[in-house]
């Protein structure tokens, strides 16, 4: 690899600058020394040859998109010269193409907790979820005097998630909110809960049970805050109970086979494609030949690019499935008047990302190359071992939102601008490049940059994935669980009363 820039696939006509580049600097590709018209940024596209008008630019092996203008050898190849090729709906194949895919249960463990229900944990927390906005700060005392009165051994801590939904809710958007607050209760990371609710919301706790698959009496505990004259005192009792019960469960060896991994992206930049997002790839091939699962969303960041995910589906349904679920997201869009391209932001396309389609290239590398066993509908739980698809938004809060109900114990987050978010379960933050991570030092957990410094793939992928074990089993904690950073946010399409 030139320590200047990097051409991702063979067949393409970008290269990609890995520093700044200065007008009629001349860089080497192959024999021949290509000048540059222009000052060019670190992540940004650079032409290999001449690209006419209409052409595809080529990056991954696959168009991100065509020329807008004529673009010459040497040029800054970006949103100037570069126009989307995405539009409405499609009509897909099904052409099966995925490859054997050998899985093995490992002997490998992670220190965790087993759960009654045959589930495991990585966390021993307890957690307060209120059925509604108007209780956040109702539980966040009660989560602050809760650690302040049971600072004991055995509990990891007591956490709430405050969010503004649950009230004034009709329709899908009110079961969406019950699905999201209900899998969070029965997360498995949580060894015991307390529902908050106010009394009047239309999340009242009567109805919200509906949603629960079953309720542990030990383990859950119910608290309508209009129904009693102390809300604290009697918020302070309840959490008591659950600490004692949450304190019978003690850390031991679980099968790598029971982990569940989220994997995001958020602040691309020119980089996730090439470093952190397929490092997060190779992983997820690593985890699920061991038995292990992987839960990708997302689904607006897979357009142009949702042929590479069905050319791997297990069989026609979950290609089906997956159909329904893309071309549902392009309704979405298309329903309120929207094209379905209006991505990369703004953040994007200063990091070097020019259209959706190079986004989404870049986007579904954190998949690896397992087959696709199961698409399902947003705030439902992973059942299959191996990758899975969860319908949902590329909203950085509401996708680590959506994964963790899914059942993720850990989100991975790949970002090459930072960001401090962390999601309700651990948020491993990804850098894309080096300058990121030596900058955010509190907000970044690990450095896929060194991929472009010389770093191979094999050494990064299992130094990772032992990191990964590390905090699995508590040994290490992530910068959002260091500083506190732990929030929620659930998806919202409807009417409000």
Not at 160 to 168: A, D, N, V
Not at 326 to 343: A, D, I, R
Not at 348 to 357: A, D, S, V
Request: charge should be negative; aromatic fraction near 8%.
């Amino acid at each position: 690899m030139s320590n200047a820039f990097f051409q991702v696939h063979p067949t393409d006509n970008v290269i990609v600058s890995l520093k700044d580049l200065q007008k009629d600097q001349r860089i080497q590709f192959k024999e021949e020394h290509i000048p540059l018209s222009r000052d060019v940024p670190s992540g940004h596209k650079i032409a290999i040859r001449d690209i006419a008008v209409g052409e595809d630019i080529v990056k991954y092996g696959f168009p991100i998109g065509k020329a807008s203008k004529p673009i010459q050898k040497g040029d800054w190849v970006h949103t100037d010269n570069v126009v989307t090729k995405l539009s409405g709906t499609l009509e897909y194949q099904y052409q099966h193409k995925s490859q054997p895919f050998r899985v093995r249960e490992s002997a490998t463990t992670f220190d965790g907790y087993w759960r009654k229900n045959g589930e495991a944990g990585i966390r021993n927390e307890i957690w307060i979820i209120n059925t509604v906005g108007c209780i956040n700060k109702t539980a966040e005392i009660l989560a602050k005097m809760g650690n302040e009165a049971f600072q004991e051994e055995g509990i990891d801590g007591i956490y709430h998630f405050p969010h503004p939904l649950g009230c004034s809710q009709l329709g899908d958007d009110l079961h969406n909110t019950q699905k999201i607050l209900g899998r969070l209760v029965e997360h498995p990371n949580a060894a015991a809960v307390l529902v908050l609710g106010l009394g009047c919301e239309n999340n009242f706790i009567e109805s919200f049970k509906q949603v629960l698959s079953e309720i542990d009496e030990e383990r859950v505990k119910f608290l309508a805050v209009q129904d009693v004259e102390d809300e604290l005192e009697e918020g302070l009792d309840l959490l008591g109970s659950l600490v004692s019960y949450a304190k019978t469960f003690k850390k031991e060896p679980i099968p790598l086979s029971k982990l569940k991994v989220g994997l995001k992206c958020g602040g691309s930049d020119g980089f996730s494609g090439i470093t952190a997002n397929p490092m997060v790839g190779a992983f997820s091939d690593m985890l699920i030949s061991a038995g292990g699962t992987t839960i990708l969303t997302e689904v607006p960041e897979m357009f142009g690019a949702e042929t590479i995910l069905m050319e791997r589906v297990t069989d026609k349904k979950v290609f089906n499935d997956l159909v329904d679920v893309v071309n549902g997201f392009k309704e979405y869009f298309l329903k309120y008047n929207q094209p379905v391209y209006e991505n990369p932001s703004p953040g994007n396309k200063k990091g070097g990302i020019t259209t959706l389609e190079e986004k989404s290239l870049g986007c579904v590398q954190k998949g690896g190359f397992a087959p696709v066993v199961d698409v399902l509908p947003y705030g439902s739980k992973v059942t299959k071992q191996g990758l899975n698809i969860v319908q949902g938004p590329g909203n950085d809060l509401v996708s680590v939102t959506n994964l963790a109900a899914a059942g993720a114990h850990i989100v991975l987050f790949t970002t090459g601008r930072g960001t401090p978010f962390g999601g309700p379960v651990p948020t491993v933050k990804i850098s894309t490049n080096t300058a990121l991570f030596e900058k955010k030092k509190n907000w970044i957990d690990y450095n896929a940059g060194q991929l472009i410094q010389g770093s191979s793939m094999d050494d990064v992928k299992e130094d990772f994935f032992t990191y990964l074990l590390q905090v699995a089993s508590g040994e290490k904690k992530t910068k959002n669980e260091q500083y506190g950073f732990k929030e929620i946010a659930i998806f919202k399409d409807g009417v409000t009363l």
